[in-house]
């Protein structure tokens, strides 16, 4: 990189997304001034605008916050990043340490962000593939082959995931069912049906995200923060318990097969 691009920002830094002025208390959010101009916007398409640079009209943010809702809200703590947040309220940590640590393990790679981003990139390949001329059945199987799995499709516990319902109930409500992508989900769940693989939820809101004209790194950073209703609530609840009660396990619970305790 050397030291000539480091002089270039030294005291510097160009934008157009956001600066703060001192000399008159002007906040300026992608051009605009945030404190007059942008006043009326909810803080979903606040968000959604200071991540794509497009506004949406209501019933497009009506559907981004309705499936966060219904897709991670869950008040659950042996959810493994919710127990994180839980783990932070039991231990009488901070609300910003315990949700902080919370929201960086959502990013895991068998659940919640990975496998999110994960079936958006997938139907994404899937159409360019099936516009190129190769058959859908054709890609998939070579993405099994390839992965031996393909995020969005099978889910632990439960075979049938019960939030595919609501999902696709609000996106006909708000009249944003059908698009390209949310078909080519079903299409791909029902190739996969031989398998046993259903499909989950994170393959409907990705087809919902995608047709509304979303990147996938757009895709990534609006829902990084989806999981948060669900953590805060399971905060509070670990919070309002004694103190580092959540879920504990007898020593003599453990069947260990490891070494043994040695003598020095």
């Known amino acids: 990189m050397g030291n000539q691009l480091l002089y270039q920002y030294e005291d510097h830094w160009p934008t157009q997304l956001g600066v703060v002025s001192v000399a008159d208390g002007t906040v300026t959010f992608r051009g605009h001034d945030l404190l007059n101009d942008l006043e009326d916007l909810s803080w979903m398409d606040l968000l959604m605008y ?3 640079g497009r506004r949406f009209s209501p019933a497009q943010l009506e559907l981004f916050q309705g499936l966060w809702k219904i897709c991670v809200s869950y008040p659950e703590p042996r959810i493994w990043n919710n127990r994180v947040a839980a783990l932070g309220g039991s231990v009488r940590s901070t609300p910003g340490l315990s949700l902080g640590a919370a929201i960086a393990v959502t990013d895991a790679t068998i659940y919640g962000q990975r496998p999110m981003s994960g079936v958006f990139d997938f139907l994404q390949r899937a ?3 099936r516009d190129s001329g190769e058959t859908l059945e054709d890609f998939v199987a070579r993405e099994l082959k390839t992965y031996r799995g393909i995020p969005g499709y099978g889910r632990p516990l439960r075979s049938v995931d ?3 319902a609501p999902a696709e109930r609000l996106a006909r409500r708000l009249g944003l069912w059908g698009g390209t992508y ?5 299409e791909v769940a029902n190739i996969l049906k031989s398998r046993r693989m259903g499909m989950n939820v994170a393959a409907i809101a990705g087809g919902l995200y995608a047709d509304q004209g979303l990147t996938a790194t757009e895709y990534s950073r609006a829902t990084v923060l989806a ?3 669900g953590m805060v609530h399971c905060e509070i609840d670990a919070a309002r318990h004694a103190e580092g009660t959540l879920l504990p396990l007898r020593c003599d619970r453990l069947d260990y097969n490891g070494p043994q305790r040695r003598v020095w």
């Open 162 to 164: 019960e939030r595919l």
């Open 182 to 186: 949310t078909v080519l989900a079903f």
């Open 227 to 229: 999981f948060s209703a």
């Open 127 to 129: 159409r360019v593939t």
């Open 50 to 52: 200071g991540i794509t």
